[in-house]
């Protein structure tokens, strides 16, 4: 029987002074580095370095500065030879090709290649894997006054184009994941609706990203601040598990971890088997 999961954590490291919820705490290299280690002991598979942070009314950043900016962390989580994938969280190809010549190996692009017209090639010709996130409008703007007919037939139009973009520039699909942008450019009537027709995202058939993570409108059901967003995050976690979404890019990376095995382990028959992080079990 295999004992891979049949799921996957992407933890966040932000390298950025200004992210939403974590914005500052790991600018510093070294501690960086450090974070993305606890979060491997917790359970992440993959581990997704960004240098500028998307939060609606953000200040874009260059590509020199991006780069500087996550490089030497990119570097040094290589070097540790963690068992995770690293991922680079940006829009621009120069920020992800100095990444993936740092041990970068999947591209993560909020933008899904519209922002810059050498990213497609670029993920092309370096064989990694990436993600395609639907977003509306620019990180500027985009949560000003969102609009759509239907949003979750939009955003699956979307992603069905993007696909078919990716692959046509030589993408093969089996490298490719979708993100229904959870937080950009949507309210959070919209977020509610990606979440519970989630399904039809699946139904493209391409691993599905979700990235809830701590968002406002888990602030606004809840009340809560920001890094205490994680219960609320986990119950999308398992939301979005159920209506089969695979990869969970979260920054509670030990709380995700345990909803996913609870989840998972209750709609698979038969259990599979998971690796608690203790073995002390009881039997109620
Ligand atoms: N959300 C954020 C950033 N990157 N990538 C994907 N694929 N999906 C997401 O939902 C997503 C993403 C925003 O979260 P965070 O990185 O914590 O904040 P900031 O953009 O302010 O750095």
């Known amino acids: 029987m295999s004992t891979e999961a049949p799921y996957t954590i992407m933890g966040v490291v932000n390298v950025t002074p200004d992210s939403f919820s974590d914005g500052g705490t790991f600018e510093d290299p ?25 939060r609606p009314g953000a200040a874009p950043v260059d590509a020199a500065a991006e780069i500087a900016r996550v490089i030497g962390v990119v570097e040094g989580i290589a070097g540790l030879r963690l068992p995770a994938r690293v991922s680079i969280d940006t829009m621009k190809a120069p920020v992800a090709a100095a990444a993936i010549d740092a041990g970068a190996a999947y591209v993560n692009d909020v933008s899904a290649f519209r922002h810059d017209p050498g990213m497609a090639g670029l993920v092309a010709d370096r064989g990694v894997g990436c993600c395609l996130m639907h977003m509306l409008g620019e990180p500027r703007t985009m949560q000003l006054d969102p609009r759509y007919d ?3 037939s939009d955003v699956k139009a979307f992603l069905e184009a993007r696909l078919a973009f990716a692959v046509a520039a030589g993408i093969p699909e089996e490298r490719i994941q979708l ?3 959870i937080g950009f450019g949507k309210t959070l009537e919209h977020n509610l609706a990606l979440l519970r027709r989630l399904d039809e995202i699946v139904a ?7 990235g809830t993570s701590r968002k406002s409108f888990l602030g606004r059901l809840t009340g809560r601040e920001a890094a205490e967003r994680a219960v609320a995050t986990a119950a999308t976690t398992v939301l979005g598990y159920e209506r089969g979404a695979r990869v969970f ?10 909803a996913l095995a609870v ?20 039997t109620s």
């Not at 070294?30 to 998307?54: F, M, N, P, Q, Y």
């Not at 493209?204 to 979700?210: D, E, K, N």
């Not at 890019?249 to 345990?258: C, F």
């Open 30 to 54: 070294v501690a960086a580095i450090a974070h993305a280690r606890r979060l491997v002991s917790e359970g992440a598979a993959i581990l997704d370095v960004g240098g500028e942070s998307t």
């Open 179 to 181: 993100d229904p942008g």
């Open 204 to 210: 493209i058939g391409r691993p599905v990203v979700l």
């Open 150 to 152: 239907d949003v979750v």
């Open 249 to 258: 890019r979260v920054h509670d990376v030990a709380a995700t971890a345990d």
């Open 263 to 282: 989840v998972a382990a209750t709609l698979a028959s038969p259990w599979p088997p998971t690796t608690p992080r203790t073995t002390t079990t009881r």
